[in-house]
T-cell receptor, first 114, second 109 residues
Framework: DAMVIQNPRYQVTQFGKPVTLSCSQTLNHNVMYWYQQKSSQAPKLLFHYYDKDFNNEADTPDNFQSRRPNTSFCFLDIRSPGLGDAAMYLC?????????????FGPGTRLLVL | GQNIDQPTEMTATEGAIVQINCTYQTSGFNGLFWYQQHAGEAPTFLSY??LDGLEEKGRFSSFLSRSKGYSYLLLKELQMKDSASYLCVLLDSNYQLIWGAGTKLIIKP
């Protein structure tokens, strides 16, 4: 089945230790998104890629970076995780941003910062 | 500015009907989504409305009134598995998603 895959499902890191979360998709969608979601809050968009074009949200901290080496894969790098970065990180895909396209989400990676 | 309001939590009984309301303010509008999110899982698409009226899909229906800035999600014949958060999501004039905080629905036997 076509899907969005996130690894790992749970990630534990230490304060200040860089961590990378990965996302892959078999839907062949050209748009990929990274969201941060804290408990009982709405998902917060960090950035998205339209093909290789990177779009950063204005309030996304510099501590968060992303890479998209090809259509199928997208990575979220947190350079120096703080305690406040503990959250669920959701990857999503869609076919374009030019219209009301449904976003398809991966299962998420829950990040714990010690 | 843009704002989405929905109740924080609702409780309903298995087999009953529940209506989850969402009101919004926005300067530009290209539609409204409802997503379901079970605890610890990713959101999944339920419905999309861009025109006024009711869209029915099995046990779930979604209604939109653009003039009133109002939508609701109607769940019929509630099942225990419907216990989840329901997120009202606005698509603004730039086709960006504006997410509500979600309504946690608790189903009791």
């Amino acid at each position: 089945d076509a899907m969005v895959i996130q690894n790992p499902r749970y990630q534990v890191t230490q304060f200040g230790k860089p961590v990378t979360l990965s996302c892959s998709q078999t839907l062949n969608h050209n748009v990929m998104y990274w969201y941060q979601q804290k408990s009982s809050q709405a998902p917060k968009l960090l950035f998205h890629y339209y093909d290789k074009d990177f779009n950063n949200e204005a309030d996304t901290p510099d501590n968060f970076q992303s890479r998209r080496p090809n259509t199928s894969f997208c990575f979220l790098d947190i350079r120096s995780p703080g305690l406040g970065d503990a959250a669920m990180y959701l990857c999503a895909t869609s076919t374009s941003t030019g219209g009301p396209e449904t976003q398809y989400f991966g299962p998420g990676t829950r990040l714990l910062v010690l | 500015g843009q704002n989405i309001d929905q109740p924080t939590e609702m409780t309903a009984t298995e087999g009953a009907i529940v209506q989850i309301n969402c009101t919004y303010q926005t300067s530009g509008f290209n539609g409204l989504f409802w997503y379901q999110q079970h605890a610890g899982e990713a959101p999944t698409f339920l419905s999309y409305n861009v025109l006024d009226g009711l869209e029915e899909k099995g046990r779930f229906s979604s209604f939109l009134s653009r003039s009133k800035g109002y939508s609701y999600l109607l769940l019929k014949e509630l099942q225990m598995k419907d216990s989840a958060s329901y997120l009202c999501v606005l698509l603004d004039s730039n086709y960006q998603l504006i997410w509500g905080a979600g309504t946690k629905l608790i189903i009791k036997p």
